[in-house]
């Protein structure tokens, strides 16, 4: 079947608002030197650049996708451009960190409408026999995104500014609206009232985890802070639950979940999620803390890793579309788990790293796509909407948790001048085989062009 003009404007307009998204969630992390000399800010103001965005795009994923569903995916995801496109504005023009970290919580209000949306566009273009190749195209690209991050912000700072890391998003997202608008047609979930007692709950649920993870190096995993938050985060998300299962129009129908696919597929991108984010933060550090490489360089040593997206992304997709999701997430999170075990070995040699690099980047680029596509394609194509958003909940609370309990692994094994990086690296390893581990509860079937309802009643109950 051949893609039509319609399906690519969708795959090329849902993959830019997902690489604008992407990149601001490592981007920033090559600047904070520099951001701190120009604003004078502390450690704790600079770890919350990071985290107001981290904290904002989590908390409404969920919500921002059953807006979608209800509002319209094409209206809602344009929306989500244009505010991510006003905050990065914002963020650009800057004199104090207040105001920066302020307009980094708005950009993530924006990325939490454009992520799950664009999957919700690309569910709602693509049929059941084309969506992994798609989904593989779109998956390929945002992680090139995110491991690219650093090496593009690097590079943006050290020839410009930091101010440009912000200002480069300005006219892509005016021309991606526009284009958005008059490309792509309109898509909308099932009919039924907006949950906003269950928008709530999720919302300050995912808001007291991620708080307490994000927390938990700084003030003590023991501390009343994390584990208070922990705690209300765990009664929020039961209350949630227990919401969802009386209420007549849920946010989340709960009998989703007994679909193994689907909760496997979700488990993978968490740990998936956890292990690449964790990676990509420890590797860029790694390269200029042992090599004493600049950002740029740094960023330029990873590419035996990120140049594989380019390769084996495409692959991946039409693999999926002939052998399933399964076999891909098994095998590229165990190739993932062999490559962050080989790097954390290394004796501090840059040429050690190549082949190890090259494996793991194989092993993501096969994984990635697979497991969002196993997400998306468990459930009923009018539901693609609440699976995307789902699913980019998962992944976010995954890269959230991933960082902040291998930072605590990292300063525990002493840090920069002990052996940090070695634990931190294997640390990624063993989340790598998590993953692994998870992607074995994913139905193995082939895809095919069978009706997704008939397909979802088979992994149901």
Known sequence: MRTTSEQRWVLGLASIGSVMVALDVLVVAAALTTIRADLGASAEQLEWTVN??????AMLLMTAAAIGDRLGRRRTYAGGLALFTAASVGCALATSVPWLIAARAVQGVGAAAVMPLAMGLLGAAFPPERRGWATGVFSGVTGLAVLGGP???????EGLSWQWIFWINVPIGLIAIALVLRKIPESKGPSRRLDLVGAILISLAVLGLVWGVVHGETAGWSSAEVLGSFAAGVVLLAAFAGWEGRTAHPMIPLEFFRNRTFTAANSAGFFLSAALFSAVF?????????????PLKAGLQLLPWTATLFFVGPLAGRLIDRVGERPLV??????????????????????ELVAPLVVTGCGISLAMPAAQSASIGALPREAVGIASGVYGMTRQLGGAAGV???GSVFVSAGGYAGHGFTRALAGCGVLSLLAALSGLGITARRRTAQPVATKVVEGVG
Request: net charge positive.
């Open 52 to 57: 107001a965005y981290a904290l904002s795009f």
């Open 151 to 157: 090496m593009i912000g690097g590079a943006v700072t």
């Open 330 to 351: 098994v095998i590229g999170m165990t190739l993932q788990t062999i490559g962050m075990f080989w790097v954390s070995r290394s004796t501090g040699q840059y040429y």
């Open 282 to 294: 420890f590797l860029s550090q790694y390269m200029q803390v042992v090599f004493g490489s600049a």
């Open 404 to 406: 902040a309990v291998l």
